[in-house]
């Protein structure tokens, strides 16, 4: 619980990453929001690479980062570079 924050207003976090062990970070971060009250922060945004293609030929498939994002309805960014300046 945040107690230097007079209003009770929650912190907003977003989050960077792309492989599965992001993800699963993400996922714990967005259950603790959503399932705790008392929770200080809300994920608000994710950032990933774009997504990619995983055979030759094949459909293009979301990061597991941006996966997650999108299961939870999550706005997902995903820049070709992220130190693009148009990106920052």
């Known amino acids: ?3 230097d924050n007079d209003n009770n207003e929650k912190a907003r ?4 990453g792309t492989p599965d062990v992001a993800a699963a970070s993400l996922l714990s971060l967005i259950r603790a929001s959503k399932e705790d009250p008392n929770c200080c922060f809300e994920v608000v945004g994710v950032v990933s690479q774009p997504p990619k293609r995983r ?4 459909k ?6 941006g ?5 939870y309805q999550i706005p997902l960014l ?3 570079k992220a130190k693009d300046k148009e990106f920052l």
């Open 13 to 16: 976090l977003v989050f960077l």
């Open 1 to 3: 619980k945040n107690n």
């Open 55 to 58: 055979k030759r030929r094949g």
């Open 60 to 65: 293009l498939e979301q990061s597991p980062v």
């Open 78 to 80: 995903c820049p070709e």
């Open 67 to 71: 996966t997650v994002a999108e299961e």
